[in-house]
């Protein structure tokens, strides 16, 4: 049985809808009726508004950051998963991929908020030490065909590129021919340093790009479906170090990594924010549905790269729009495209 006074601050909406804090005295959010949340992290309950912040328009309540205490983090848009060369056709991969370069990248440049690329990379030692479930994950995929015992072994499984049932993680995949007919070595399967587990090249120019952005850009692989798990601690001791209090997740597969990411650093105290649009996944549509209605629900909050932009004092409107295909998501719908 608990004991002792109430502390000062409220943990839900006065009954009046008048301004309220919320969390603890190392922790404060402010929340009102006219301004939504407040995330800024001020330094008492009473401090004055930061001058510097974003605002976004949450799937529900606006959402005010603050861009200095904040990171965009771009999870495994990678050639493993988006290069034609590797037998990648997937037009929802494709889409994130547009959103993230058209509108998040921009923004966050505008703003100076630091952006951190994660893509999945195993080391020889990850590979000797490596659990049995991840083997299971990349070196055996479900068959999904309804005939599936008549079919011979590798035969019937899902399409997610030519060499992905031929070949598992650590495996050489050997050299591979774009559609320019460039040879390309794609070398051992998410293995760090291989082609194939590096940026896909549009990005990989935004990266190079960034390295003269203030912050500078910063990559990190991670081994596992989170960047932010316990012995993965890269990108959790860059935030701490630049008092980057928001993330905001895009990237794929939103239903895997992103959300294994965004739910460690969630349950690590930091606020999170998935920017839908730029998020996507070659699971079933009612994956992505999941994630997206846990975070504006439960897990922090749902926006989208369109609003960051458009919060960043940069164009949003149809012809910056030409060619990027709305999501296919819930986030279309509460937009209004559904």
């Known amino acids: 049985m608990s004991t002792g006074n109430q502390p000062d601050w409220r943990t839900k909406p006065h009954h009046d809808q008048s301004p309220t804090v919320i969390g603890n005295s190392k922790n404060v959010w402010k929340w009102s009726k006219e301004d939504g949340f407040d995330l800024t992290h001020p330094p008492t309950p009473n401090s004055d508004p930061v001058d510097s912040h974003l605002r976004l328009q949450y799937a529900t309540t606006p959402v005010i950051i603050e861009p200095v205490k904040t990171a965009l983090l771009i999870i495994d848009l990678q050639n493993y998963d988006l290069h034609e060369a590797l037998g990648n056709d997937n037009p929802e991969f494709s889409r994130a991929e547009a959103v993230v370069l058209k509108f998040a990248i921009p923004a966050a440049r505008e703003r100076d908020i630091q952006i951190i690329w994660i893509t999945t990379g195993y080391s020889d030692e990850d590979l000797e030490e490596m659990d049995s479930d991840i083997f299971k994950t990349f070196n055996f995929q479900p068959v999904v065909s309804p005939d599936w015992q008549k079919r011979p072994p590798g035969a019937g499984w899902n399409t997610k590129g030519m060499y992905r049932n031929a070949k598992g993680v650590g495996d050489e995949i050997g050299e591979v ?142 012809a910056s729009q030409e060619g990027v295909p709305a999501p296919k998501t819930a986030w279309c719908l509460l937009e209004g495209n559904g």
């Open 177 to 318: 021919t774009d559609k320019n007919g460039k040879v390309i070595d794609a070398g051992r399967m998410l293995v760090k340093g291989s082609w194939n587990s590096w940026l896909h090249d549009p990005l990989s120019d935004a990266y190079d790009e960034g390295q003269m952005a203030s912050p500078p850009d910063v990559h990190f692989y991670t081994n596992r479906s989170s960047g932010m798990w316990d012995t993965m601690m890269d990108v959790t001791t860059i935030v701490h170090e630049h008092n980057l209090r928001t993330l905001l997740f895009t990237g794929i597969n939103i239903d895997q990594c992103d959300m294994g990411t965004l739910q460690d650093a969630y349950l690590k105290g930091f606020d999170t924010i998935l920017l839908g649009d730029c998020c996507a996944t070659d699971s079933p549509s009612y994956a992505q549905w999941s994630v997206e209605h846990n975070c504006m629900v439960s897990w922090g909050f749902l926006s989208s790269c369109k609003d960051l932009a458009a919060g960043s004092g940069l164009e949003v409107d149809d």
